[in-house]
Nanobody
């Protein structure tokens, strides 16, 4: 069993940056791909970014490419999402998740464990 706890969300102005963290406990995140998803009110949960178990490969949804960076520190059992040049449309509850396997998946069904989320609100 893995417990994932996100932190780092908040209320910021457009153009600002935030760094989300996802700390895992109960079991190591090493050996598994990790991902970030987000869900805005009234919308479905959408894929944001994912990273393979080695950290060598990363995938992003088109709307965040060039602005967001996913990374992992297995020694700290933590995954990060650096978000730059934030836009109002980035407003959502952000969730981290641990994949069943080692490779990147972009659908929620590919993830075994989820955090409770951290709210990011970007004002214009």
């Amino acid at each position: 069993q893995v417990q994932l706890v996100e932190s780092g969300g908040g209320l910021v102005q457009a153009g600002s940056s935030l760094r989300l963290s996802c700390a895992a406990s109960g079991r190591t995140v090493s050996g598994h791909a990790m991902g970030w998803f987000r869900q805005a009110p009234g919308k479905e949960r959408e894929f944001v970014a994912a990273i393979t178990w080695t950290g060598l490969n990363k995938t992003y949804t088109d709307s965040v490419k060039g602005r967001f960076t996913i990374s992992r520190d297995d020694a700290k059992n933590t995954v990060y999402l650096q978000m730059n040049t934030l836009k109002p449309e980035d407003t959502a509850n952000y969730y981290c998740a641990q994949a069943y396997g080692r490779m990147i998946v972009i659908v929620p069904g590919g993830y075994a464990y989820w955090g409770q989320g951290t709210q990011v609100t970007v004002s214009s």
